[in-house]
């Protein structure tokens, strides 16, 4: 099994991964965010990509995210997990939740958010009705149950453009929409993943109450994300860490 890894704000590389090499991929859409660090963690091979890019450089709505899963897809990783910093819309989301949604809806416009286009391209559908790969949401489960890891098992993720925090309006709407949780990278990250066939689910980390929520209703604190970013993002490592090791290496 080779698993690839998607990093988000606050997780730019991942600790306990003895790496091998970085590899450059080009790609026909371009560069990826950055050259993609493969190793292992016992005998698992990992591919990771820092999203955001190295020194995490590139806004949400400027990243490639074609190129990114192509790259993965191009060094045959079997799943991917993407981690996503996101504010919390429901009450019971406060700072510090782990979530795996199971439901998008996306607020996102201009980016390029298919591989089915251009000259010669047959028009493609595809079901993306539980855009979330439930076997990989099953394995982020079980090893945040062996670490006895509270984790919300269902909720609906709201992509917004970006790069600004949502207006307390715009998430009245979204909560009137269904959403649970606010991001700007998850789209069309997911869409992308499932045009390939790649396994594909999110861990979402809720680093504050959205806009007009909870201690976020006056405004909402930038240093206060900051640090909670870094108290969570060991709980995710962690977590990572035991999905790795549970899973089965291949057979030589």
Same mark, same amino acid.
């Given at each position: 099994?080779?698993i690839?890894?998607i990093?988000?704000?606050g ?8 790496t091998?090499?970085?590899q ?22 990992l ?11 590139i806004?949400p ?5 074609r190129?990114?899963?192509w ?7 079997d ?11 429901g /009450?019971h989301?406060?700072?510090?939740? @782990?979530? $795996? %949604?199971?439901?998008?809806?996306d607020y996102?416009?201009?980016? *390029? &958010? ?5 000259p010669?391209q ?9 855009p ?5 949401r099953r394995l982020l489960?079980?090893a ?17 453009q ?6 307390a309006?715009?998430?009245?709407r979204?909560a ?5 949780l ?6 069309? /990250?997911a869409?992308?993943?499932?045009? @390939?066939? $790649? %396994? ?9 109450h *959205? &806009?007009?929520?909870?201690d ?12 909670t970013?870094?108290?969570?993002m060991?709980?995710?490592r ?15």
């Amino acid at each position: 099994m080779k698993i690839g890894i998607i990093g988000g704000s606050g997780l730019d590389r991942f600790g306990d991964m003895k790496t091998v090499r970085r590899q450059s991929v080009r790609t026909p859409y371009g560069d990826p965010s950055c050259p993609l660090t493969i190793g292992e963690i016992d005998g698992i091979e990992l591919v990771f990509l820092a999203r955001h890019g190295d020194g995490h450089a590139i806004a949400p709505h400027e990243i490639n995210y074609r190129a990114n899963i192509w790259a993965l897809d191009h060094l045959d990783v079997d799943s991917v997990i993407a981690i996503a910093t996101v504010g919390g819309i429901g /009450e019971h989301l406060g700072p510090g939740t @782990l979530v $795996l %949604p199971d439901q998008i809806i996306d607020y996102t416009s201009g980016r *390029a &958010a298919t591989f089915f286009e251009g000259p010669g391209q047959p028009v493609t559908h595809i079901d993306f009705t539980w855009p979330y790969d439930e076997s990989v949401r099953r394995l982020l489960a079980a090893a945040a149950a062996e670490l006895g890891e509270p984790l919300i098992g269902q909720g609906t993720y709201g992509c917004a453009q970006g790069p600004r925090l949502e207006t307390a309006a715009e998430i009245r709407r979204m909560a009137r929409d269904g959403c649970d949780l606010v991001g700007m990278t998850g789209m069309p /990250e997911a869409a992308l993943a499932r045009e @390939l066939g $790649l %396994p594909y689910a999110m861990l979402a980390v809720v680093v504050n109450h *959205a &806009a007009g929520m909870g201690d976020s209703s006056q405004g909402i604190s930038l240093e206060a994300i900051t640090a909670t970013l870094e108290a969570t993002m060991l709980r995710v490592r962690n977590i990572l860490s035991v999905l790795v090791r549970q899973a089965t290496p291949r057979s030589s």
